[in-house]
């Protein structure tokens, strides 16, 4: 099934044509889309590429749980599509305002609360077309879900930030909505709460979401409806309305602002936690955000040496991404001239010298 809107257009040809005008001049390009994620990642200097105006969905297989779509169509598009077949992206996509698009949240790679119990933005991508930094139009993966043998190049596009190529398109693995979902409070302490979450995850019971913020514990249940009735039957504590999980997915939780700077700090999800880092927690507490008045780089040595790494989510300057292991870091060059070569493709946007 294919939808046309009036609005749906392939701007491959342009785009192409302005990538290798581009690395003719030695032009750097700032890639743009909807503009709600411009303030994720270091600042780009360059000349702005709209990938905006190449949007629609291509195809969507309800029956196959695929859909295929355009990089500047907008998520609240992909959104009504799959609503109408009662499906949904199981990774719960953060939204930042109703300009967002298909392209860039791949290209930020986040994931929502569901990401522990359902899997990450990259884990859905199936395939993708890109072009790289010489104007060519490249096709990875496909839109099948299966084991393959080689280098998955269309995972790499998850989380790129555009810098190893400009999304074209990108086919995604869909979910059916559960039938029913229920929302659970609890008044307990952060470091019992993650304990008692962590013991839950271990167990046959249909979590989708566990956040913590700072003073009592949220936990979600989907699934079907005798299973999630049954469940929070068990469980207890107070319910309340599903609306906390969508302040919770788009960061706008009162516990999530307020001031200046918020951490992003991934850590393993039972290592010890130092004092600085009993914060809010959410993704069944794998994630830590963390809010502060100012930047202390420190954060980012602690998060290393409890075996995860921090990203200055807001509130950041020149270095928001965990520093790289200079292994790392030459690993990362060496993909960045293998895509880009003459590194136009928003250069500098994750780190310096990429």
């Known amino acids: 099934m294919r939808t046309l809107n009036a609005t749906d257009a392939d701007k491959t040809a342009d785009l192409a044509e302005a990538v290798r005008a581009a690395k ?4 750097p390009l700032k890639i743009a889309g909807g503009g709600t994620r411009d303030f994720l990642g270091r600042r780009v200097v360059g000349q ?3 990938v905006s105006g190449h949007r629609g969905i291509v195809d969507y297989d309800p029956a196959e749980l695929v859909i295929t779509a355009r990089a500047g169509t907008p ?7 799959l609503d109408a077949e009662r499906q949904m992206l199981a990774f719960e996509p953060p939204r930042f305002g109703m300009a ?3 392209g860039g949240m791949v290209a930020t790679g986040l994931s929502g609360p569901r990401r522990p119990f359902t899997g990450a933005v990259r884990d859905f991508v199936l395939g993708a077309r890109v072009l ?3 104007g060519e139009a490249l096709r990875f993966g496909g839109t099948v ?3 393959v043998a080689g280098f998955d190049a269309f995972r ?3 989380g790129a930030y555009g810098g190893l190529g400009v999304l074209l398109d990108i086919s995604l693995r869909v979910v059916p909505k559960p039938r029913l979902e229920q929302a659970l409070a609890f008044d307990m302490p952060g470091a019992a709460a993650r304990a008692w979450v962590t013991d839950l995850m271990r167990k046959p019971v249909p979590l989708s979401g566990a956040f913590h913020d700072g003073t009592r514990l949220h936990l979600r249940l989907s699934g079907g409806e005798a299973g999630v009735t049954a469940t929070a039957r068990a469980l207890g504590g107070e319910t309340e309305d599903l609306a906390v999980w969508t302040r919770v997915r788009d960061l706008t939780h009162p516990a999530l602002v307020g001031k200046p700077v918020l951490w992003r700090i991934v850590l393993p999800q039972t290592s010890a936690r130092p004092d600085v880092l009993h914060a809010p927690w ?6 830590t955000w963390l809010q502060a008045d100012h930047v202390d780089p420190a954060i980012w040595e602690i998060a290393k040496a409890h075996g995860g790494h921090a990203t200055l989510f807001r509130g950041g300057g020149d270095n928001i991404f965990q520093p790289l292991e200079p292994a790392i870091f030459s690993l990362h060059q060496r993909l960045k001239a293998a895509l880009d070569p003459a590194a136009i493709l928003n250069p500098g946007r994750m780190y310096e010298g990429l």
């Open 282 to 287: 959410d993704q069944g507490g794998g994630v």
């Open 100 to 102: 967002g698009t298909l």
């Open 132 to 134: 790289n930094g010489h």
């Open 48 to 50: 702005v590429l709209s």
């Open 156 to 158: 790499l596009m998850a």
């Open 75 to 81: 998520l609240s598009e992909i959104e009504t599509a």
């Open 145 to 147: 879900f299966k084991n």
């Open 24 to 27: 003719v001049a030695a032009t």
